[in-house]
């Protein structure tokens, strides 16, 4: 079965500090962009961050850039985002996304399979 | 940068009848264009990509179209599972969603 489980979510106050890890089964992971995309609280979905297969490319949103960074290690079939200098609006839920292959026009797949989410709240 | 605008916010629909959502872009992202349905306190789930295309596993009566600015997601038939809330995405370099769309029941 393909399957994207997150963990290392969890309450941390303003300035601190977390990593979340993004566990994939059931493909061959080294072969798929990988992206986090985040949901505050009665909000909708924004896009944080994309690693290609081999980590030669990787975006930001610029909501996060300078203070998150993503990372995989293919070897370990994960994903992971570092996350320093948190603040109270990236307290959100966190899925890990597999980017799809593009469709036979070379348009793109979307993202196709999805984690579960890990929780993040910013607060003192 | 391209600004992603969904529309309307919310639709108010009867089961058995027609949607349709509407999804606009800033400037034409061509058909890198992929739609999603998220339930509450579920993870989003693909239906469309490459603007047209259902992805595996997706009823028919989910179909998209559109490509340049102007995307539409049309639900033929409103089945009680469909009232979710539906985001669009491009892709241009990096993803960008809309806003979403409430589809509740009337």
């Known amino acids: 079965e393909v399957q994207l489980v997150e963990s290392g979510g969890g309450l941390v106050k303003p300035g601190g500090s977390l990593r979340l890890s993004c566990a994939a089964s059931g493909f061959t992971f080294s072969s798929y962009s990988m992206n986090w995309v985040r949901q505050a609280p009665g909000k909708g979905l924004e896009w944080v961050s994309s690693?290609?297969?081999?980590?030669?490319?990787?975006y930001y949103a610029d909501s996060v850039k300078g203070r998150f960074t993503i990372s995989r290690d293919n070897a370990k079939n994960s994903l992971y985002l570092q996350m320093n200098s948190l603040r109270a609006e990236d307290t959100a839920v966190y899925y890990c996304a597999r980017d799809g292959a593009a469709d036979s026009s070379g348009y793109y797949g979307g993202m196709d399979v999805w984690g579960q989410g890990t929780t993040v709240t910013v607060s003192s | 940068e391209i600004v992603m605008t969904q529309s309307p916010a919310t639709l108010s629909v009867s089961p058995g009848e027609r949607a349709t959502l509407s999804c606009r872009a800033s400037q034409s992202v061509s058909s890198n264009l992929a739609w999603y349905q998220q339930k509450p306190g579920q993870a989003p789930r693909l239906l469309i990509y490459g603007a047209s295309t259902r992805a595996t596993g997706i009823p028919a009566r989910f179909s998209g179209s559109g490509s340049g600015t102007e995307f539409t997601l049309t639900i033929s038939s409103l089945q009680s599972e469909d009232f979710a809330v539906y985001y669009c995405?491009?892709?241009?370099?990096?993803?960008?969603f809309g806003q979403g769309t409430k589809l509740e029941i009337k």
């Open positions: 690693i290609s297969s081999s980590s030669s490319y990787i």
């Open positions: 995405q491009q892709y241009n370099n990096w993803p960008l």
